[in-house]
């Protein structure tokens, strides 16, 4: 019954049911259905933001790639390119220095 005993579930019961009737500031849905509603809209919305994301980064590594492409530079081999630079800058100041040493001492001699 609906006396009130702490063991009568009738309040229980009734709560429960709420969720399953109409309600007008609902637009004759019930809680639930609009509860569903709102997960799917907000499962498509995330879906469809999921989607643009990928779709961001596929369209940014396409125009990473056409860059370089283009520009025609692979950095693997400008670094390579780098290093034998830096090789031969290194070898002609040793062969400066050698011959700036000659000439010291060929002018000690002199003098």
């Known amino acids: 019954g609906q006396n009130g005993d702490s063991s009568?579930?009738?309040?229980?019961?009734?709560?429960a049911q709420l969720g399953?009737?109409?309600?007008?500031?609902?637009?004759?849905?019930?809680?639930?259905?609009?509860?569903?509603?709102?997960?799917?809209v907000v499962a498509t919305q995330a879906q469809s933001a999921a989607n643009n994301a990928t779709s961001t980064a596929d369209v940014q590594t396409t125009l990473q790639n056409q860059?370089?492409?283009?520009?025609?530079?692979?950095?693997?081999?400008?670094?390579?390119?780098?290093?034998?630079?830096?090789?031969?800058?290194?070898?002609?100041?040793?062969?400066?220095?050698t011959i700036n040493t000659m000439m010291d001492e060929l002018m000690h001699l002199i003098v």
């Open 20 to 40: 399953d009737k109409a309600a007008t500031s609902l637009n004759g849905q019930s809680i639930n259905q609009a509860y569903e509603g709102m997960v799917n």
């Open 67 to 97: 860059r370089e492409n283009l520009s025609g530079v692979d950095l693997n081999e400008e670094t390579v390119n780098l290093m034998k630079a830096q090789r031969a800058f290194q070898g002609s100041a040793r062969v400066i220095t």
């Open 8 to 15: 009568d579930n009738q309040a229980a019961l009734a709560i």
